[in-house]
């Protein structure tokens, strides 16, 4: 009998250390199979900070490189313009990219520096209990926001396709989202063009995937997703914000 799913190359056979419920798994297997695909496997360094992304390196098949908290954007800048012939790529949580790499993620992107970023935003610091990170929706609660964010208190969430949008080193900006399988397959064909992008040396990508933390959210893994559709993509629209017609 012919095979017709199997699991990518590009990932190692273990099982995941995720709640049940966190779509980081099915991302990982969208990037596993996008490697695969483009045959760049073999040639691919993948950069993780701190948090839910702390221990990539026991999933991915490719070179892992492990940064500190919120440094993953410097470090895969350093290894790119060492390896300029390799594949570059940072895997980064909200809290991570969004609160202690702002820095990194903006000059990085203002740069041009030649590396893909996915950018995992799931609205909550997944990793270390639930605190409120700077993609917070108003009103909801965690465990530094018990009675729900507060513009007044703790300020707006952040969007960031939109903030890195205005950098001219950018060229490749997508938020997509993994809570059914119609966006799952966009989040797949965003993400292998943002390797693409980099494989071209257009210049800087990044690819924000709206993603569920079912643990943080005190919810079901179902009523997650359905939290991500009601609640997250209308504040974080889906969707291009540049290079939607780059040759690749």
Same mark, same amino acid.
């Given at each position: 009998m012919a095979t017709v799913f199997k699991r990518p190359h590009a990932l190692i056979d273990k099982s995941m250390h995720y709640c049940p419920g966190c779509t980081h798994g099915?991302?990982?297997?969208?990037?596993?199979?996008?490697?695969?695909?483009?045959?760049?496997?073999?040639?691919?360094?993948? %950069?993780?900070? #701190?948090?839910?992304? +702390?221990?990539? +390196?026991?999933?991915? !098949?490719? =070179?892992?490189? &492990?940064?500190?908290?919120?440094?993953?954007?410097? #470090?895969?800048?350093?290894?790119?313009?060492?390896?300029? =012939? !390799?594949? %570059?790529?940072? +895997?980064?949580? =909200?809290?991570?990219?969004?609160?202690?790499?702002?820095?990194?993620? %903006?000059?990085?992107?203002?740069?041009?520096?030649?590396?893909?970023?996915?950018?995992?935003?799931?609205?909550? +610091?997944?990793?270390?209990?639930?605190?409120?990170?700077?993609?917070?929706?108003?009103? &909801? %609660?965690?465990?530094?926001?018990?009675?729900?964010?507060?513009?007044?208190?703790?300020?707006?969430?952040?969007?960031?396709?939109?903030?890195l949008s205005t950098l001219e080193g950018a060229v490749y900006l997508e938020r997509v989202s993994v809570h059914d399988v119609k966006n799952i397959m966009n989040a797949k064909k965003a993400i292998k063009k943002a390797f693409q992008v980099q494989m071209a040396n257009l210049g800087f990508s990044i690819v924000e995937v709206l993603s569920s933390c079912p643990t943080n959210w005190g919810m079901t893994p179902v009523d997650a997703l359905g939290w991500i559709k009601d609640k997250m993509v209308p504040f974080y629209p889906l969707g291009n914000f540049k290079g939607k017609d780059l040759e690749v």
């Amino acid at each position: 009998m012919a095979t017709v799913f199997k699991r990518p190359h590009a990932l190692i056979d273990k099982s995941m250390h995720y709640c049940p419920g966190c779509t980081h798994g099915i991302i990982h297997r969208l990037i596993a199979e996008v490697l695969d695909e483009l045959e760049i496997e073999g040639k691919t360094v993948g %950069v993780s900070s #701190v948090g839910c992304t +702390y221990n990539n +390196y026991e999933y991915f !098949n490719c =070179d892992m490189v &492990q940064a500190a908290h919120g440094r993953a954007p410097a #470090v895969a800048t350093g290894i790119k313009r060492a390896l300029p =012939d !390799n594949i %570059v790529f940072t +895997y980064q949580g =909200d809290g991570d990219l969004a609160a202690i790499g702002t820095a990194e993620i %903006v000059h990085a992107a203002a740069r041009g520096e030649k590396i893909t970023t996915i950018f995992v935003n799931n609205a909550i +610091y997944g990793m270390t209990s639930g605190q409120m990170a700077p993609t917070t929706l108003i009103g &909801q %609660v965690t465990t530094t926001s018990p009675f729900g964010r507060k513009p007044e208190t703790h300020g707006f969430p952040i969007k960031v396709c939109e903030m890195l949008s205005t950098l001219e080193g950018a060229v490749y900006l997508e938020r997509v989202s993994v809570h059914d399988v119609k966006n799952i397959m966009n989040a797949k064909k965003a993400i292998k063009k943002a390797f693409q992008v980099q494989m071209a040396n257009l210049g800087f990508s990044i690819v924000e995937v709206l993603s569920s933390c079912p643990t943080n959210w005190g919810m079901t893994p179902v009523d997650a997703l359905g939290w991500i559709k009601d609640k997250m993509v209308p504040f974080y629209p889906l969707g291009n914000f540049k290079g939607k017609d780059l040759e690749v």
